[in-house]
T-cell receptor, first 114, second 110 residues
Framework: DGGITQSPKYLFRKEGQNVTLSCEQN?????MYWYRQDPGQGLRLIYY???????QKGDIAEGYSVSREKKESFPLTVTSAQKNPTAFYLC?????????????FGDGTRLSIL | GQQLNQSPQSMFIQEGEDVSMNCTSS?????WLWYKQDPGEGPVLLIA?????ELTSNGRLTAQFGITRKDSFLNISASIPSDVGIYFC??????????FGTGTSLTVIP
């Protein structure tokens, strides 16, 4: 089955620690995205990548980093510089190309602070 | 920046009732998307709209692309318990990015 796989489902971070969230897709999509979702709020864009080896900051990139070494993979690192990392993180992908291509989402990773 | 306003924020309805929600933007959009998110899961695409005035159905769901291109509407007919969740609208920002609304939380009372 084609889809987007995020892991782990739940993640705990200690103070001062960096953690990496995994996102893999087998949809052959060019574009990939990371969003943060807080209770009662919509999705806020952290980073996005339109093509391999290229990525751009979204609205709330501070304290986060990404890489896009393979088309299928777009891992997100939450660094110790992110002072309020507790949230639900969603990865998405889209075909790219034509403007307005729908994004398809993974099932999310819930990150909490120990 | 761009704002997508969804209303209502939350709805509590009896099973079998119809539901209406809408989304408005401060700019003209060429695409409107509607997603549903179940608790603890990622959003799932319900309907995509690409043309002003377009009316598209997906089972009991019907969505419309407003003629002004600044709004969209989602209707659910004869609601059932599994309709519970948060419904998001989305419109394109630049390239393949989207703005997302703050969501409408739907509760269906059996």
């Amino acid at each position: 089955d084609g889809g987007i796989t995020q892991s782990p489902k739940y993640l705990f971070r200690k103070e001062g620690q960096n953690v990496t969230l995994s996102c893999e897709q087998n949809l052959n999509h060019d574009a990939m995205y990371w969003y943060r979702q807080d209770p009662g709020q919509g999705l806020r864009l952290i980073y996005y990548s339109q093509i391999v080896n290229d990525f751009q900051k979204g609205d709330i990139a501070e304290g986060y980093s990404v890489s896009r070494e393979k088309k299928e993979s777009f891992p997100l690192t939450v660094t110790s510089a992110q002072k309020n990392p507790t949230a639900f993180y969603l990865c998405a992908s889209s075909l790219g190309g034509r403007i307005g291509q729908p994004q398809h989402f993974g099932d999310g990773t819930r990150l909490s602070i120990l | 920046g761009q704002q997508l306003n969804q209303s209502p924020q939350s709805m509590f309805i009896q099973e079998g009732e119809d539901v209406s929600m809408n989304c408005t933007s401060s700019s003209i959009f060429n695409t409107w998307l509607w997603y549903k998110q179940d608790p603890g899961e990622g959003p799932v695409l319900l309907i995509a709209l690409y043309k002003a005035g377009e009316l598209t159905s997906n089972g009991r769901l019907t969505a419309q692309f407003g003629i002004t291109r600044k709004d969209s509407f989602l209707n659910i007919s004869a609601s059932i318990p599994s309709d519970v969740g948060i419904y998001f609208c989305a419109g394109p920002w630049t390239g393949n990015q989207f703005y997302f609304g703050t969501g409408t939380s739907l509760t269906v009372i059996p």
